[in-house]
C-alpha cells in the first residue's frame, strides 16, 4: 500500500519530461562548474536540455545540447585589469561588473546560432537564465512564453534581491563589493548606504536602459522590457547560512548552496603526494579568473619565505614554470580543487575567497587564508572572519609578516578548525539534498507553468516601499496643522488686539 502510494506520488510530483532553455552567459569557469552541474542533472532527468554557455561541456547526453558561445572567452581574455580592482573604490567596482554585464548580454545576443534560435520555430517549457548583469536575457523566457527561473551563482545580492521583491535594507543588507557582513557599524552603515543608492542609480539609468536597447535590438518579437524584468517565478541561490548570513528571502528565493561539492576519487599522483603528507598539505590557489603567475616577483618571493618555513607540503595553483621554488611547494596549472579539500591531510586552504571555494572549504571543514581581490571576495571572507573559519590578509598588505601571521594562527589555533567543522556539520545537515531541492523546484515551476505569489513589493514604487511618501505626507500633514495653529493664534491675537483698541477708543 505504502509502496504504490510512494510511486503514484512519485509520478504524480515528477514533472513531464519537459523542454528547457539555460542561458549561462558568464565567461568563469566557476560559473560554468555550477551552471554544467545543474544542467546536467536536469538531462538525467529525462528532460531536453539546451544551453547557452561559453564554455564546451564534455561528454554529454543526446539530451543535452549546447551552443557554444566561445567568442566570449577569446574577447574577455586579458581585456580587464582584475587585480586593479583590489584597490580600486567601491563606486569604480559596481561600475565596473555592470560594464561587464553589459558586454556579456550584448556578445551572446549576437551569438549566430543564438540568433538562429530566436528566429526558429523551436518551444520551450522552461528558460532558466544566470542572473548576472544580463537582464535583457530574461527576454527568452518572453520570446518562448515559457517561466522564468533565475540562478544566482553569487546569493543574495542588491540586484537579486530588487528583483525578486526582497527589501533591500541599507542598514542590514552589505553591498556585494565592501568588506562588511551585515553587521554594520554606524560609519559602515552610512558608506553601505551610499553604496546602495550608487548602485541603484546606476542600475536604474545608466544599465537597464542599455539592457532595454539590447532586448529591443536582437529579440524578434517585441515586450515590455520592465514587466520581463520582474517577472521570474523562482530563483535559485548558491548560498547557505553557513557561507551567507541569514539572508531574510522570500519564498521564491531559494537557497542551494553546496549542491556544487561532491568529490570525486584524486588522480593517483596527488593521492600518493597527500597521503605522504603527514604534516600536514595546504591548498593555494587564486581562483581560474586570477593568475598567480600575475603576482609582482616580490610578492612571489615572499610567499615563498613563508611556505618554505612549513613543515606542510603546498601545492599551488600556478599557471607557469617555478624552477627556484621550495621543496615542500608542488605546483600545477590545475588542481581538482574540490576532491583535494576533501582530503584528510589538508589543513588549510589559502584562497581568493570566491563564493564556491568558501563553500568548498566549509563543506569538508577546512579553516581558510584569505586574499580576497574582487566581486564579493572581500565580503564572503569578512563572513568567514566573523564566523571565525579564516584569517584575511589584504592583498596590497601582502607580505611575508602578514602572510606567515595568518597561516600559523589558523594553523595553530586549534578555535579555526573547531569552527569550520561545526559549521561543515550545519552545511551537510539539510532537509534535502541541495540538487534535489534545486530540482524540485524547477520541476515545481514547470508542474505550475511558472505560478507564483508575488510579493507585493513588486507593485510598489521604492519611495512607497521604502515609506517615503507617507513620511512626506505625514510631514506636510503636521505642516498644515502648525501653520493652521499659527494662523490661528495670529487671528485669535488680532481680534483681541483690535477689540482692545476698540474698547480704548470706546472708553475715550
Ligand atoms: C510572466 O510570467 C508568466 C508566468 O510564466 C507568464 O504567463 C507571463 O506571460 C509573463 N509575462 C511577461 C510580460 O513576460
Ligand atoms: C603561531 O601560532 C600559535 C598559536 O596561535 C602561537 O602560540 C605562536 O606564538 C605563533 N608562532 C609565531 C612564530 O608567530
Redesign the pocket.
Known amino acids: 500500500m505504502n509502496v504504490v502510494f510512494l510511486i503514484t506520488s512519485f509520478l504524480v510530483l515528477r514533472a513531464e519530461c519537459a523542454k528547457i532553455l539555460g542561458i549561462f552567459p558568464a565567461p568563469g569557469h566557476s560559473q560554468f562548474v555550477l551552471s554544467d552541474i545543474l544542467m546536467t542533472e536536469l538531462a538525467k532527468r529525462g528532460h531536453q536540455v539546451t544551453v547557452i554557455c561559453p564554455h564546451e561541456p564534455k561528454n554529454q547526453p543526446p539530451n543535452y545540447k549546447t551552443i557554444v558561445t566561445k567568442e566570449l572567452i577569446r574577447d574577455t581574455a586579458g581585456d580587464f585589469s582584475l587585480w586593479n580592482l583590489e584597490s580600486q573604490s567601491l563606486f569604480k567596482n559596481i561600475k565596473a561588473t555592470y560594464v561587464f554585464g553589459n558586454f556579456i548580454t550584448e556578445k551572446t545576443l549576437q551569438n549566430k546560432e543564438v540568433q538562429e534560435l530566436l528566429q526558429s520555430n523551436e518551444h520551450f517549457d522552461l528558460v532558466i537564465v544566470e542572473h548576472f548583469f544580463n537582464d535583457a536575457l530574461k527576454g527568452f523566457?518572453?520570446h518562448f512564453?515559457?517561466?522564468?527561473v533565475l540562478f544566482s551563482s553569487m546569493g543574495s545580492t542588491e540586484w537579486n534581491r530588487e528583483c525578486m521583491g526582497a527589501p533591500m535594507l541599507p542598514t542590514i543588507n552589505a553591498v556585494t563589493y565592501t568588506q562588511y557582513t551585515n553587521k554594520m557599524r554606524f560609519f559602515q552603515r552610512i558608506r553601505n548606504l551610499y553604496g546602495t543608492l550608487f548602485d541603484y542609480l546606476y542600475r536604474h539609468y545608466v544599465f537597464y536602459p542599455e539592457q532595454r536597447n539590447y532586448m529591443a535590438k536582437y529579440f524578434p518579437s517585441s515586450?515590455?522590457f520592465d514587466?520581463?524584468l520582474y517577472?521570474a517565478?523562482l530563483m535559485l541561490l548558491n548560498s547557505h547560512v553557513t557561507t551567507s548570513e541569514n539572508a531574510l528571502l522570500p519564498y521564491n528565493m531559494v537557497e542551494i548552496g553546496g549542491f556544487h561539492v561532491v568529490s570525486k576519487p584524486l588522480d593517483k599522483e596527488v593521492q600518493t603526494l597527500l597521503d605522504g603528507a603527514t604534516d600536514g598539505a595546504i591548498l593555494f590557489s587564486l581562483g581560474s579568473f586570477l593568475h598567480s603567475s600575475d603576482l609582482s616577483e616580490d610578492t612571489r618571493d615572499a610567499i615563498f619565505r613563508v611556505f618554505a618555513k612549513l613543515k606542510q607540503k603546498v601545492l599551488w595553483k600556478f599557471e607557469t614554470d617555478l624552477p627556484d621554488k621550495p621543496e615542500n611547494v608542488f605546483i600545477s596549472k590545475w588542481w581538482k580543487q574540490r576532491d583535494i579539500l576533501a582530503h584528510r591531510n589538508i589543513k588549510l586552504f589559502i584562497t581568493h575567497g570566491g563564493l564556491l571555494s568558501t563553500e568548498e572549504a566549509i563543506v569538508n571543514g577546512v579553516p581558510m587564508v584569505g586574499v580576497p581581490i574582487l566581486a564579493d571576495q572581500k565580503m564572503n571572507m569578512a563572513r568567514a572572519k566573523s564566523n571565525g573559519v579564516a584569517c584575511v590578509v589584504s592583498l596590497s598588505k601582502l607580505s611575508e609578516e602578514t602572510l606567515f601571521e595568518a597561516v600559523n594562527e589558523t594553523l595553530n589555533n586549534p578555535s579555526y578548525r573547531n569552527n569550520v567543522k561545526r559549521l561543515s556539520s550545519l552545511i551537510k545537515d539539510r532537509p534535502m539534498q541541495p540538487l534535489d531541492l534545486a530540482m524540485y523546484w524547477i520541476e515545481y515551476t514547470i508542474r505550475h507553468?511558472?505560478?507564483t505569489f508575488k510579493p507585493s513589493s513588486l507593485y510598489l514604487h521604492w519611495f512607497e516601499m521604502y515609506m517615503v511618501d507617507i513620511v512626506f505626507f505625514a510631514l506636510f500633514n503636521c505642516l498644515v496643522v502648525v501653520l493652521f495653529v499659527i494662523s490661528g493664534f495670529k487671528f485669535v491675537k488680532g481680534c483681541i488686539s483690535t477689540c482692545r483698541k476698540s474698547d480704548k477708543k470706546k472708553k475715550q
Open positions: 523566457a518572453a512564453k515559457a517561466p522564468l515586450m515590455d514587466k520581463v517577472n517565478s507553468s511558472g505560478m
